[in-house]
């Protein structure tokens, strides 16, 4: 256990004019409230908290931070509260404690790979403060480190979570360190067996060769001494998780990866930086395609560095990065670079990745502040004209700020919206016009034959809520659902050869127990009978023949309504639709974000709600995608194969394009689902040759 005079050590070794009595009561008092508790492994507690302190003193992080640290775990899981800290300590590290209790309560019960972008987005709406995330990323670390002494079924769970949400979170914060590690001690837990095979490789690569590492250190430094350039090296094997993604991206064995070594040359400028590329460049061979010059094009968010990979004699492959000090340290702490301490002061990276340039919206200017000012003042203000809430499942609907409880059962389906008649928040029942915050789990109270009110008119913000509030009170103009039930009907009469005379509408009503024909036909306009259970009063024995239609891809067609995929949308199963009703052409079924739906926005009468049918559909959906792909006679082979490994045929094939270096491409190719569109992209984005790759949804084909 770290006593408290090393830590404050740790923090006076970066910043010397650090608050020691600050985090020595911190300490105090965090090892007061924890005491009695202890940790799987039968260690105190308060370990776990110091730990997580000593990891942020790595990144040079302010006292605040540190101090978030000690405490972070104290209003969550002791009588400690937000108030006292404030009392005690300071109002700005209650917020930042309670930020991380926050995130600490965010039950993850939904791993799924698909949320796991929606919870990312989540944590960074919820944490107003980015020292807040910094924490929690620490916290992660250090549990994921001492992981071992976890029941085994919970290990696998907290793995998949840190590989879904916080290793990515990590990477998209600038922390590439962080990210590998805690990669690396996911795959650990998630698939020991490959990460075994992947160091068996690396031990019986280094019995062949020797010390590789060491011998290309002391090569290149060799090199760059001769030309008088002051620079460290350091060598270093990737981490074996980045080792086994190559391998699955690439497609590679083992022995024909070229990064599993990586050099960097850190020197003391930037002309430097070009003179060390010379040198290498003018020792080994640069192998072509594999230069990158981040430093004349910075990336946005602030890496900057060279890149250049170059074969010996023996044609082993290297990497080689090179940038000066300032640039590695943006390179490594990523956003956190802006809390960091040298000597003493603040840094002041030139490169740093500016938070606000980062957020993207807060346009503030930083010229001119005061710098201490700013940075308590950064916010992340990315998401913050969002609310994400969870379903009783787990799933997170991602809804406009200013949501309430109606929007939220609208984006789950119309049919929840309009048969809504309350709502709990987090178990408790509010009124309908509460607005919805982050992390809330919202829990819909639906009753059959509720209509929506007009009034909700005014509460709702969601176009699609909305839109069905409108289309349902049209609705209950009872002459319309007659004319939309003796519509349904006689398309489905004549699509079996029969006609639907009022004579056979009363014999139908009569056995169904309906009070006349009209009533019959209102109510299936209102959806509450089908025209299908009137055809089988009427003609049990077209039953069979329409049975062959219950294996339908749609739930909620007729069993006889003919349908189409919109050629301006093509929806693919998974994804929301809603069936518009042609004359003479029955349904078309566009996707509910499409364009031309708005068109229909005054026939409500020829909506109707419709849902993919869950489980395996047939890879028979087509879909265009548009792609860039590097000019070469090997690449659109293997783009070909990539995709058929990924079980998708290809249809079509258009070449729009034809540059000296590029060739665009327009390929329709036939897929299962909405998974699958993304399985392809994901595989087509992670080939090295493939520039840019899109779906292409047009609204000028129109039905
Ligand atoms: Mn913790």
Request: aromatic share 6%; charged share 30%.
């Amino acid at each position: 256990m770290i006593d408290v005079e090393d830590l404050i050590a740790l923090v006076r070794n970066y910043n010397p004019r650090s608050n020691s009595d600050l985090i020595r009561d911190a300490y105090e008092y965090g090892m007061r409230m924890h005491e009695g508790q202890f940790r799987h492994s039968g260690e105190p507690y308060f370990t776990h908290p110091i730990a997580v302190a000593a990891i942020l003193t790595e990144m040079r992080l302010d006292d605040s931070t540190i101090v978030t640290a000690l405490l972070h775990d104290t209003v969550e899981d002791t009588r400690s509260t937000k108030s006292e800290i404030a009392q005690i300590f300071s109002p700005e590290i209650a917020d930042l404690v309670d930020g991380v209790t926050k995130l600490t309560n965010l039950e993850l019960s939904s791993t799924q790979s698909k949320q796991a972008e929606n919870f990312r987005k989540l944590f960074m709406a919820m944490s107003r403060d980015m020292r807040v995330i910094l924490v929690k990323l620490a916290d992660r670390l250090h549990n994921m480190r001492t992981i071992r002494s976890m029941r085994p079924e919970k290990q696998v769970k907290k793995a998949r979570e840190t590989m879904d949400i916080y290793a990515p979170l990590a990477g998209r914060m600038g922390m590439q360190w962080m990210r590998e590690e805690l990669e690396d001690l996911a795959f650990k837990v998630i698939n020991p067996e490959a990460r075994n095979s992947i160091i068996r490789r690396f031990v019986s690569l280094q019995k062949e060769s020797g010390d590789i590492i060491g011998q290309i250190t002391a090569d290149i430094r060799n090199e760059l001494d001769r030309e008088g350039i002051d620079a460290d090296v350091f060598g270093r094997a990737k981490k074996p998780f980045s080792v086994w993604r190559k391998m699955q991206e690439k497609q590679l064995a083992f022995s024909r990866l070229s990064d599993i070594y990586g050099f960097r040359i850190i020197t003391r400028s930037e002309a430097d930086c070009y003179r060390a590329l010379g040198v290498i460049h003018h020792r080994w061979r640069a192998v072509p395609g594999r230069f990158k010059d981040y430093i004349s094009q910075p990336k946005s968010n602030g890496y900057r560095s060279i890149h250049t990979t170059v074969s010996g004699r023996d044609g082993k492959r290297v990497e080689v990065q090179i940038r000066t000090r300032q640039m590695h340290e943006v390179a490594e702490a990523g956003v956190a670079a802006h809390w960091a301490y040298r000597d003493g002061v603040r840094t002041k990276n030139p490169f740093a990745v500016d938070p606000a340039a980062w957020i993207d919206t807060l346009t503030d200017r930083f010229e001119g502040e005061d710098h201490n000012e700013f940075l308590e003042h950064v916010k992340l203000e990315m998401y913050q004209d969002q609310v994400f809430c969870f379903t009783p499942k787990g799933d997170v609907m991602q809804l406009p700020k200013g949501a309430t409880p109606i929007d939220f059962a609208y984006a789950i389906h119309t049919r929840l919206g309009n048969s809504c008649v309350g709502a709990k928040i987090d178990g408790i029942r509010v009124p309908l016009w509460t607005r919805l915050k982050n992390g809330q789990q919202v829990d819909i109270i639906a009753a059959s034959g509720q209509r929506p009110q007009a009034t909700w008119l005014d509460i709702v913000v969601t176009g699609r809520a909305k839109a069905a509030i409108r289309r349902s009170l049209r609705e209950e103009d009872r002459d319309r659902f007659i004319r939309l039930g003796r519509e349904l009907v006689r398309v489905s009469f004549e699509h079996v050869g029969r006609k639907a005379t009022d004579k056979a509408l009363r014999t139908a009503a009569k056995h169904m127990g309906v009070d006349g024909a009209e009533e019959l036909l209102a109510r299936i306009g209102s959806a509450e009978h089908s025209a299908k259970e009137v055809l089988d009063v009427l003609y049990p024995e077209l039953a069979d023949q329409q049975e062959e239609l219950e294996g339908r891809p749609i739930a909620g067609l007729e069993a006889d309504a003919a349908f189409t995929r919109a050629g301006c949308c093509s929806p693919l199963p998974g994804e929301r639709i809603v069936g518009i009703t042609y004359r003479g052409k029955g349904l078309v079924i566009h996707a509910i974000d499409c364009p031309v739906l708005a068109e229909y926005e005054d026939s409500p009468n020829r909506w109707v709600d419709l849902q993919w049918r869950d489980g395996r559909h047939p890879a028979a959906y087509s879909t265009t995608l548009d792609l860039t792909i590097r000019h070469d006679a090997g690449v659109l082979g293997r783009i070909c194969t990539l995709i058929g490994q990924q079980g998708a045929n290809i249809s079509d094939l258009d070449f729009k394009d034809r540059k000296p270096d590029f060739y665009r491409i327009e390929m329709e190719v036939e897929l299962r689902d909405h998974e699958h569109l993304h399985a392809v992209l994901t595989a087509l984005e992670a080939e090295s040759d493939v520039a840019q790759v899109s779906r292409i949804r047009n609204p000028d084909l129109k039905p």
